[in-house]
């Protein structure tokens, strides 16, 4: 088996056996005064939508990055910006609609579908709900981190949309670093072409 493959299979081995350990661990506190599954679920939720906004408002970041330039054209990290956005407020909306409707699970006002059920077991073990993920960008954090992760690539985000373009840039914080990337350095090599012809 190529190397590469082997190292594949033997973290997916180690994964599926570390998460089937995980979910044969006993759910019920007994005695004392510790929490149930459910209280523990409703509080994180709770904390979670808290601490995340609603979505990002783009009609709320700064007018003159969208201003075209005098050949009509856009500033290209403008446009990463409004991608960005999009994707952030896409991963906000499964995240927050997700929680609401596990926290009315809980009180009996829905129902307890497979899909809440997942993201209700994930939460109870600190890892990050396969649905999240699937609309988030890639990260192996468990959850409390990821969701800590997640406010500071926001906060990034609503920095920039409120002050303007950043001095630097946290290129992990972005969705997709390749393209993002590559604006950055489009960018940068027009200005620096740009100041050289000065």
């Known amino acids: 088996m190529n ?4 190292v594949s299979f033997q973290k997916k081995e180690s994964m599926y056996m570390i998460n089937t350990i995980l979910e044969v661990q006993p759910r019920l506190v007994s005695g004392g005064s510790g929490k149930s599954p459910d209280e523990i679920v409703f509080e994180m939720a ?21 201003e075209p330039d ?3 054209r856009i500033n290209s990290l403008s446009t990463v910006l409004s991608q ?3 994707r952030f407020n896409k991963l906000l909306h499964v995240i927050i609609s997700s929680l609401i409707n596990i926290k009315k699970a809980i009180k009996g006002l829905a129902v307890m579908s ?4 997942e993201i209700f077991h994930a939460i109870v073990l600190n890892t990050v709900p396969n649905m999240w993920a699937d609309a988030a960008y890639p990260s192996l954090k468990p ?11 926001l906060q990034f985000i609503g920095r920039w949309m409120d002050v303007g373009q950043p001095k630097s840039y946290w290129l992990s914080g972005f969705f997709f670093l390749k393209v993002s990337s590559r ?3 489009r960018t940068l090599r027009a200005s620096t072409m740009y100041q050289s012809t000065r």
């Open 183 to 185: 604006e950055l350095c």
């Open 114 to 117: 497979e899909q809440l059920e």
């Open 3 to 6: 190397e590469n493959a082997n």
């Open 46 to 66: 709770d904390l979670i939508l808290a601490k995340l906004p609603e979505k990002l408002d783009i009609d709320m970041a700064l007018p003159e990055m969208f």
């Open 84 to 86: 960005e956005i999009v």
């Open 143 to 153: 959850l409390a981190s990821w969701v800590k992760d997640l406010d500071l690539r």
């Open 70 to 72: 005098e050949k009509g």
